[in-house]
């Protein structure tokens, strides 16, 4: 049963090779983004500022540099998930919405990706 219902979407996505190609690029690029994270985070004794609230007694909050380790799951759960959604929506609401959200999954990866980049690069250790 469960066999099933997982091969039979994936049948569905390999008949549409436009979708097909942008769930290729989704995974290519969260695999890159985590061998990134994986080799520019190094482990140091720095904390770096994770966020911000005028609620707090201070308004700046802090956190050790494995923090940014969490980019690589953000990664792996996007990748995952906007795949998912996508072949679900190809089965139901057609192509031009799954194709839609796989772009939008790309730009989500890409944003995440410059996002990463831009505290990395501010905490690095000299």
């Given at each position: 049963?469960?066999?099933i219902?997982?091969i039979?979407?994936?049948?569905?996505?390999?008949?549409?090779?436009?979708?097909?190609?942008?769930?290729?690029?989704i995974?290519v690029?969260?695999?890159?983004?985590?061998?990134?994270?994986?080799?520019?985070?190094?482990?140091?004794?720095?904390?770096?500022?994770?966020?911000?609230?005028?609620?707090?007694?201070?308004?700046?909050y802090?956190?050790?540099?494995?923090?940014?380790?969490?980019?690589?799951?953000f990664?792996?759960?996007?990748?995952?998930?906007?795949?998912?959604?996508?072949?679900?929506?190809?089965?139901?609401?057609?192509?031009p919405?799954?194709?839609a959200?796989?772009?939008?999954?790309?730009?989500?990866?890409?944003?995440?990706w410059?996002?990463?980049i831009s505290?990395i690069?501010?905490?690095?250790?000299?």
């Amino acid at each position: 049963m469960v066999k099933i219902n997982l091969i039979q979407p994936l049948k569905e996505l390999i008949t549409n090779r436009y979708l097909t190609v942008l769930s290729g690029i989704i995974v290519v690029l969260a695999l890159v983004f985590i061998i990134y994270i994986a080799v520019a985070v190094r482990p140091s004794d720095l904390q770096l500022v994770t966020h911000y609230t005028a609620f707090g007694v201070t308004n700046l909050y802090r956190d050790q540099w494995f923090y940014l380790l969490t980019f690589a799951v953000f990664a792996v759960v996007v990748a995952f998930f906007h795949i998912a959604i996508a072949i679900k929506m190809y089965t139901t609401k057609g192509s031009p919405l799954a194709i839609a959200f796989a772009w939008f999954g790309v730009g989500v990866m890409v944003l995440a990706w410059v996002v990463a980049i831009s505290i990395i690069n501010v905490w690095s250790p000299v």
